[in-house]
């Protein structure tokens, strides 16, 4: 049967067979050459250098030097960890400006690094909105914390017009924006630390991993440390640390990963442009749409579903597609401000994130990457049409059988 042709009784949420056998997901890992991986794995054991700063793991960093065209780059054993230490190398106490639109690991590397989150609304992409930024600035205001959230660079220069006004440090998650630009320049060169995600979800991994990238020497060289327990040299401790060091079959894999980095992204691409295509004209179904004048690395197909427009809402049709093995995800749902434990700490906050509360209702991930082919994203669009065009008969099937 034609994947556009179905009838609402051959939905899998009421008595059909699922449109896909099996379940297509938002971040199945891509990875390289698994030959390459294995051969550096070899050359790991006739070393016998597993980790602490290993070879492959200086190789990674200057490769991702290059490619970012930033001074520093310094490999942690995951982003939050990165994250966490970020702030730390910081050396400053009180407040961070942060949006509640992020992935929970944001807030919780202020929080574990003995800071205090204050969530900003974001604006219609998405990414802090740097007027809501600069109401959120207090005497206590220590630093800013964008997020590139889907590998888009925040308003970068308002930003640190705002931080330089208020003598703020500048800091991005640069989780999702491996390989992004930003006014045509790689994303990590900006502020005083950006720091990345290589868990395996991400569009370049190393199983866990993470990264922080500097222009500041002196940034660099405490954060070195620091991810070594504060170790200057075998029995010298100069600061406070701890392990967030990356393993060499982690670089191993990372190396590899960025050796297909590029083929990874074209694939990216053209399925963002296929469901850009097939959903083009489905009343209540909006696309993100990235800058065309910038670098992406495609990694995320975000939707906004428009209850009104569509005919039904955003968990609805998450309902209708999860039944057909589409495992769409609500990123970022609940947004930060209502989880534990900052729903406590600061249980007014929504007041102030109307964007936030609105988008969290409203935004779709979908499945992309080497798991879908473009047939695949075209039968999810169609079946994203089809669900809009039955609305009223879906929902009439609910409720007669509830
Ligand atoms: N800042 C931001 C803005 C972030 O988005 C993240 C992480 C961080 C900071 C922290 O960086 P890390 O400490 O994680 O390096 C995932 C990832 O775990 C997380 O890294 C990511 N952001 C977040 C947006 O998504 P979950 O809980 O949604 O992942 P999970 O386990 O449901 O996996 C996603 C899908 O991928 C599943 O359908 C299963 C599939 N999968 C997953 C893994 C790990 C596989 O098929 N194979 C696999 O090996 O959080």
Redesign the pocket.
């Known amino acids: 049967m034609s994947k556009d042709m179905r009838s609402t009784a051959s939905l899998a949420c009421f008595t059909g067979e699922p449109l896909f056998p099996e379940?297509l997901?938002?971040?199945?890992?891509q990875s390289g050459d698994t030959d390459r991986f294995f051969d550096r794995l070899r050359d790991m054991f006739s070393r016998n250098w597993l980790t602490n700063h290993g070879p492959m793991v200086q190789e990674l960093e200057a490769a991702v030097e290059v490619r970012l065209d930033v001074k520093h780059a310094i490999a942690f054993c995951?982003?939050?960890?990165?994250?966490e230490m970020m702030l730390r190398a910081q050396e400053i106490k009180g407040e961070v400006i942060v949006p509640s639109f992020?992935?929970i690991?944001?807030v919780h590397?202020i929080r574990a690094a003995g800071l205090m989150p204050v969530f900003s609304d974001i604006g219609s992409t998405h990414l802090l909105d740097p007027d809501a930024v600069e109401r959120a600035v207090t005497p206590n205001t220590a630093a800013i914390l964008g997020?590139h959230?889907w590998g888009q660079g925040c308003e970068i220069e308002r930003l640190q017009f705002l931080a330089d006004q208020h003598g703020l440090k500048l800091l991005f998650?640069a989780?999702?924006a491996f390989d992004c630009t930003y006014r045509g320049r790689p994303l990590g060169g900006f502020g005083v630390c950006e720091?990345f995600?290589?868990?395996?979800?991400?569009v370049f991994h190393s199983f866990?991993?993470?990264l922080v990238t500097t222009q500041d020497d002196a940034v660099a060289h405490r954060l070195r440390l620091m991810r070594n327990f504060g170790f200057s040299d075998y029995d010298t401790v100069v600061c406070a640390g701890g392990n967030g060091k990356l393993s060499e079959p982690a670089a191993a894999m990372a190396l590899t990963n960025l050796e297909s980095l590029s083929s990874f992204i074209s694939v990216n691409r053209e399925l963002h442009e296929v469901y850009r295509r097939s959903l083009q004209g489905i009343p209540g179904v909006g696309l993100l749409d990235y800058d065309p004048r910038e670098r992406q690395n495609h990694q995320y197909v975000v939707l906004e579903i428009d209850q009104d427009g569509f005919g039904m809402s955003r968990d609805q049709l998450l309902r209708i597609l999860q039944a057909e093995n589409i495992?769409a995800?609500r990123?970022?749902y609940p947004s930060c401000h209502r989880m534990e434990p900052y729903r406590t700490l600061d249980p007014e906050a929504g007041h102030r994130l109307p964007v936030t509360t609105s988008l969290c209702e409203r935004v779709l991930v979908l499945p992309t990457g080497g798991q879908i082919a473009p047939i695949d994203a075209e039968d999810i669009a169609h079946l994203i049409g089809f669900c809009q065009r039955e609305a009223g008969a879906i929902r009439a099937r609910w409720e007669h059988d509830a």
């Open positions: 379940t997901s938002v971040g199945r890992p995951n982003g939050t960890v990165a994250l992020t992935f690991a944001t590397a997020v959230t998650d989780a999702h720091a995600s290589l868990h395996a979800t991400k866990e991993g993470g495992l995800r990123y970022f």
